[in-house]
């Protein structure tokens, strides 16, 4: 192969390689700060009196305090 | 947990105007069950697949689980105030965390 084409087959070969690369998984990210809009989500709720039918979302609670909190695992003291 | 039920009157107004929402990845029945058996009076979400805590910085040092960090978000829908990680054996906690409800 001539040195041109070998130093072209070269420099492409990483790109090529990356474009293949799966998605990056979403990261954790740093806590959101003071100040940050709070992101709506949806998840599957609970109480004392069951599994709730509908989903719970954040927005549901708009003109409310909110309070998150998140903790380890149920039936631990965290 | 059994700290924010004792002082839920307190501190979440019996849930008039506050919402408390207790959030892990344990699935929506371990939750419900859990809160009976405990006799808990607050919501509890089910965060299985971690996005939440993802999206919200809550992820635990140990694969699979959420931390204990905790987000008040006001009224306006930002961010007012955040315990990272709240420091539930200390009283001081409380105070702090209902300061910044009332506000």
């Given at each position: 192969?001539?040195?041109?084409?070998?130093?072209?087959?070269?420099?492409?070969?990483?790109?090529?390689?990356?474009?293949?690369?799966?998605?990056?998984?979403?990261?954790?990210?740093?806590?959101?700060?003071?100040?940050?809009?709070?992101?709506?989500?949806?998840?599957?709720?609970?109480t004392r009196y069951g599994v709730l039918a509908n989903p719970v979302h954040?927005?549901?609670?708009?003109?409310?305090?909110?309070?998150?909190?998140?903790?380890?695992?149920?039936?631990?003291?965290? | 947990?059994?700290?924010?039920?004792?002082?839920?009157?307190?501190?979440?107004?019996?849930?008039?105007?506050?919402?408390?929402?207790?959030?892990?990845?344990?699935?929506?029945?371990?939750?419900?069950?859990?809160?009976?058996?405990?006799?808990?009076?607050?919501?509890?979400?089910?965060?299985?697949?971690?996005?939440?805590?993802?999206?919200?910085?809550?992820?635990?040092?140990?694969p699979g689980l959420t931390n204990r960090n905790l987000f008040v978000v006001?009224?306006?829908?930002?961010?007012?105030?955040?315990?990272?990680?709240?420091?539930?054996?200390?009283?001081?906690?409380?105070?702090?965390?209902?300061?910044?409800?009332?506000?």
């Amino acid at each position: 192969m001539r040195p041109l084409r070998l130093t072209l087959a070269l420099a492409v070969t990483p790109l090529v390689l990356a474009a293949q690369q799966p998605p990056v998984e979403t990261k954790a990210r740093p806590p959101l700060e003071v100040g940050a809009v709070a992101p709506d989500f949806t998840m599957r709720g609970a109480t004392r009196y069951g599994v709730l039918a509908n989903p719970v979302h954040l927005s549901d609670f708009k003109g409310k305090t909110v309070v998150l909190a998140f903790f380890y695992k149920a039936r631990t003291s965290g | 947990m059994n700290a924010y039920r004792d002082q839920y009157a307190k501190l979440f107004k019996n849930g008039r105007g506050v919402v408390l929402v207790a959030i892990s990845a344990d699935p929506d029945t371990a939750l419900a069950s859990w809160a009976r058996d405990s006799e808990f009076p607050f919501l509890f979400a089910s965060d299985t697949g971690l996005a939440v805590a993802k999206r919200y910085g809550a992820l635990a040092e140990h694969p699979g689980l959420t931390n204990r960090n905790l987000f008040v978000v006001g009224p306006e829908g930002r961010i007012a105030y955040r315990a990272i990680p709240f420091r539930e054996v200390d009283p001081t906690a409380y105070t702090e965390l209902g300061a910044a409800i009332r506000e």
